[in-house]
């Protein structure tokens, strides 16, 4: 009888946990794992920095789109919210903020680099300057 409990229990956690949707996700990845999410289709790449810290260095393809800017939530809106954002600023800060503010907007997939361009430049990772 315990075992049969327990089996039930187990069931009914697996139908739970399997049939909840998720409205938007927001995944922290390292550098590395960025690159390798920069080689997929249908991927934005969102550099949140203000525009003079873009110039000074930026990875390839980035669009800037600053956080701190006042029309920030006018500019992210024109991403398509059903493609993965992947976002990075400086050190990580103003990125995790930013993912936040997207998931509240209705965006599905975004991945939040840790470390920000500080971080990508550190570990040698190619980029490129204005």
Known sequence: MKKVSIILSFLVLLVFSCTEQVEGEIKVVSP?????????????????RTSKEYKSGYIALAQNIDFMSPTF?????????????????????????CAEKMIDLGFKKIYDMQGGFSKWEHEGLPYKKK
């Open 32 to 48: 590395e794992e960025m690159q390798t999410l920069l080689q997929l289709d249908n991927v934005q790449l969102v550099d949140v």
């Open 73 to 97: 939530d006018i500019d992210i809106q024109t991403l398509d919210k059903a493609k993965p954002v992947l976002l990075y600023c400086q050190k990580g800060g103003r990125s995790a903020k």
